[in-house]
């Protein structure tokens, strides 16, 4: 099956490293990865929909259940989709067919490909919201990507109040107040991210204290970061991933991955 | 025609229930199929009022119709941040504390409801003022008083490094709810805060704490306790300093001149001018000159006080204000529909003046008051603390201590006198 297509057509491929970003345009190998790097792929939902009848036979027995049982067609259709291009992706990379490509979750609940013991030092991590689905993929190290609408309507002094800390408000309310939306999203991104990469809940995200860090310029390059009682170095890189999109990537450095999860 | 029949009751006992038709999911199918069957017409089962409010919220958040009791919350289309949107509507609408992963771990309505019925009877025992933070645990209970921004926040951060055995109560500020009229003085608020205190803790010995706002506050509930002869165990201040007895030496001057015997604004120069002096004193914390002059304006201030006074203890009827530009710029960064009540505590604790308390007093404190207290590690509360008067240096400042790391700390801190005092060991 000749899924290049689908990537060279319908994804935005970017590789970040720290302190840079740019479109990748070479390998998609993990021979050629290099160990400081994450790729990123992004992709609108409305540019998928016409290869559904493909990617819906890539997605396991377990997964068409999961589909079946969303609420609305829309979100069937966007599991699918998403689950389908995730495998395609990850078949790009080990240079196999996609339906070969296993997906299987660990006891964090963090999603991990499974193909006869290989390829245990990937990691990837899948975010979306209704328009777009986001991966991030690395080596050797645990990931965490966030991404958001930015033009969402809610209730923003509430959880700003709830989960995050002092100094994460003070920061937003010192900026102007147009931005302060924006600066909402940004906060909440990182923090699902930082929980994503380290498999904390979500109690934790008022421990995962990103005041420190946070500038006006989007954030690329290493952090370190208190949560709860350990502290964590980070590999973070934001980017505006469309209109009306907000995208964290954060993988973290100090700690080796935990094949048993 | 259609047939009602009660599903098991999930809500507050005694709450009625609601006539809404709901899609049949789960078990309940089985059994309305049944009966569908035996009686050849349509069965619709009946929701709680909690359900249906439930079942708003969700329609409203995920911006669908047609939800089931038992669908899966994250099936119908939210996200983490539906999740959180949802938990901090239930909360609001319920006047409940709930954990940050409450919606993963109930993820339907049916779940969520007996969740918030379980916290409501809970709450039923209590005052309305009461936000129950833990609730479990063996230890004497610690009520924390909410600070100027009339809410609890802080104390929830704080409990999740205490003791588990610590059961923790929020008291909010009154007004909290657009419905509530804010208490016009300490002393009115204390009162009704010790009947709130009184639905969980019948009898002393008390464990009080205030941070910022709300360390007066704490400290009058311990006062009007001593005075009724209850006990407190443990009174708690955070980094607030007494207030200076030259507020009251202001209202009582500018009453003397005013036409309408009611004390003047505190105008903007004499505000902007501390703020000034507060940098300057930052800077030169020991110098002798400064210092002796904030002694010598206290002692005379006293004393115009003793001759001038006409009310020992604060009268709401004749407050002090700050001059409206300067009110406004202090309650700026508070959302606009919480103002009115920030204004109101602001003035409350402007307009405060402490009487002698003969109990014992922890004070945590993040650094010297240079301006208002220069060379006084109390921070002026030495002067109105008559037993033993403990002050602790916490690292941090008044804006990050309930901020990782300085939080876990001020927990271990506050933990620590707690063991000391009586009901724990």
Redesign the interface.
Known sequence: MDTSKILQQCLHHHIHTSGSSYPSTGSMRFQDFSPDSIHMWSVRYASLDRYFPLLSTLVSPEEEHKAA????S??TRRYTLRQGILRVILGQYIQEDPEKIQIVRKKSGKPELHLDGRYSDVRFSLSH??EMVCLGITLSCEIGLDI?KTN?S??F???E???F???ER?WI?QTLPEQRSLQFFRI?SLK?ALLKATGS???M???A?V?GIITERFLNGFYTI?LGEKEFQFFICESDCGEGHHCVIASCRNEKINPEG | MIFFIDETPKDVPGEATEKKEIKKSGDSINLTNQLEKMTGQEIVPRMTLTETKLLHLWEEILEIHDIALDDDFFLCGGNSLDAISLLVRIQREYQISLAADTIYRYPTIRSQASLVAENINKLNNYHRLIVPISQVGRLPPLFCVHPIDGWIGHYRDLSAFLNREQPVYGIRAQGWEPTETPFQSIQEAAREYILAIKTVQKTGPYHLLGFSGGAPYVYEIALQLEKNGEKTAFLGLIDTSAPAPEVQTYKNVTRLFSPSKQPMKIPSVVYWGFKRLKTWSIAHPDNMIYVSLVRLIRTSSGTLNRVLVSESHSNPESPVSFASDVEESRIARFPENQRPLVRSIMKNVLNYTPLDYSGDMIFFSTGPDTVFHPGDPTRGWGNYVKGSLIVITVPGDHGNLFSSPYCKILAEKIEERLLMTDGYQ
């Open positions: 049982g969303f609420k609305k829309d979100d919201t209704d958001v969402s809610i209730p002094p509430e959880i109040h709830y989960l800390t002092v100094g003070r309310e909440w699902e809940d979500a109690t995200m008022k421990e204290d005041s208190q």
